[in-house]
Each structure stands twice: as C-alpha cells, then as structure tokens.
Nanobody
C-alpha cells in the first residue's frame, strides 16, 4: 500500500525552527522527484520546496530559511525550517509522483 506519513509539525514562536519528516512506503521511492506543499486557511495549496532530478528548488519566500533533504536508505524526506515567520503557518504536505499525498502536519508560528 502506497503511503506518505508526515511528522514534526507543531507550535513554535517566530524565529524558531522545526524539522518535518515524510516517510514513504509502498511503491514510492525518495530517489524520485519529491516535494513539500503547504496550505494556509482560506488559501490555495502552494509549492514550498522540491527535489527535481537531484536539484533543490524553493519558493522565493522560504529561500535561505528552509532546506529540503532526503535519506534514501530510510525512504524519508525532510524539510528543515528555520527563522520561521507567522506567515509560514499552514498544513504542510509531502507529495510524490503519481499524485500521492500525505495527510499533512500542522505548523503554527506565533508572533
């Protein structure tokens, strides 16, 4: 069974850090293209970061603050988020080819 499970969300003060994890199982392999998205209340889901053909890509608003990585031995991807801002508050989802999505993990940044 194909599954993506995100963990690591929580409540943090502005300027703080969180590390999200997404464990893949079934016919999903983190050696493929992978991505992190987020969706804030009342807003559309947006791409935050991706690894495409081994190249990291980030939306402008998180460049220099967020880092995406992967451990292929664990079949897990990560999103290290530093210098968090209240506008980073959202549910964060990982995505895999075949349009597979995790259940999401809530990140709340207080001002």
């Amino acid at each position: 069974q194909v599954q993506l499970v995100e963990t690591g969300g929580g409540l943090v003060e502005a300027g703080g850090s969180l590390r999200l994890s997404c464990a893949a199982s079934g016919k999903i392999y983190t050696t493929d293209n992978m991505a992190w998205y987020r969706q804030a209340p009342g807003k559309q889901r947006e791409l935050v970061a991706a690894i495409i053909h081994d190249t990291e890509q980030y939306r402008n608003s998180v460049k220099g603050r967020f880092t995406m990585s992967r451990d292929n031995r664990k079949n897990t991807i990560y999103l290290q988020m530093n210098s968090l801002k209240p506008e980073d508050t959202a549910v964060y989802f990982c995505w895999a080819p075949g349009d597979f999505w995790g259940q999401g993990t809530q990140v709340t940044v207080s001002s």
